[in-house]
T-cell receptor
């Protein structure tokens, strides 16, 4: 079973726009991570935020975490066509056993 | 480039057969996790191996089994294949809890089709 769900399931935007994806989860966590997956390929780690952190930045990525609402959001600023992919949040009860959400499919049009 | 390789990349089996999928972890990583990803779904945790011992299992039946070897290689074995086993199988390596960043390094996956 999935730990959480991403919202929206699919998102289409133009290059240069910002993309926001949300993740909700069900249980207490040690950390929450975001991964990216190009079509049918392996997942690539984007960013990790620990349960005692509220916001984290990495390049064009901004992640927030609200443990009281059991939710997180991933913001990609100034999107590019190359950002087209599926994005998954994953939560860890301990550091290495990750449980993934259902994913958001992002399409960025040139 | 994650340093994790999987083989084969694609394979086709028939119902009832057995399959072995292989993974070579990133050097120095003592933990390997296996995930099943059905089309359009998120990866589902199958199990994890730490220092050659199973270290946690998801909601998968015993016909899914694994092995981890000292040379950073590992295997996922599935017996009595069913049509619903058709999926992308992903291997991910990491350092054990408390020793690493918590980040998983994924291979490109093995796509299994069961006819």
């Amino acid at each position: 079973s999935q730990q959480g769900e991403e919202d929206p399931q699919a998102l289409s935007i133009q290059e240069g726009e910002n993309a926001t994806m949300n993740c909700s989860y069900k249980t207490s966590i040690n950390n929450l991570q975001w991964y990216r997956q190009n079509s049918g390929r392996g997942l690539v780690h984007l960013i990790l935020i620990r349960s005692n952190e509220r916001e984290k930045h990495s390049g064009r990525l901004r992640v927030t975490l609200d443990t009281s609402k059991k939710s997180s959001s991933l913001l990609i600023t100034a999107s590019r066509a190359a950002d087209t992919a599926s994005y998954f949040c994953a939560t860890a009860l301990n550091t290495d056993k990750l449980i993934f959400g259902t994913g958001t499919r992002l399409q960025v049009f040139p | 480039e994650t340093g994790v390789t999987q083989s084969p990349t694609h394979l086709i089996k028939t119902r009832g057969q057995q399959v072995t999928l292989r993974c070579s972890s990133q050097s120095g990583h003592n933990t390997v996790s296996w995930y099943q990803q059905a089309l359009g779904q998120g990866p589902q945790f199958i199990f994890q191996y730490y220092r050659e011992e199973e270290n946690g299992r998801g909601n998968f039946p015993p016909r899914f089994s694994g092995l981890q070897f000292p040379n950073y290689s590992s295997e996922l074995n599935v017996n009595a294949l069913e049509l619903d086993d058709s999926a992308l199988y992903l291997c991910a390596s990491s350092l054990a809890s408390g020793l690493g960043t918590g980040e998983l390094f994924f291979g490109e996956g093995s796509r299994l089709t069961v006819l």
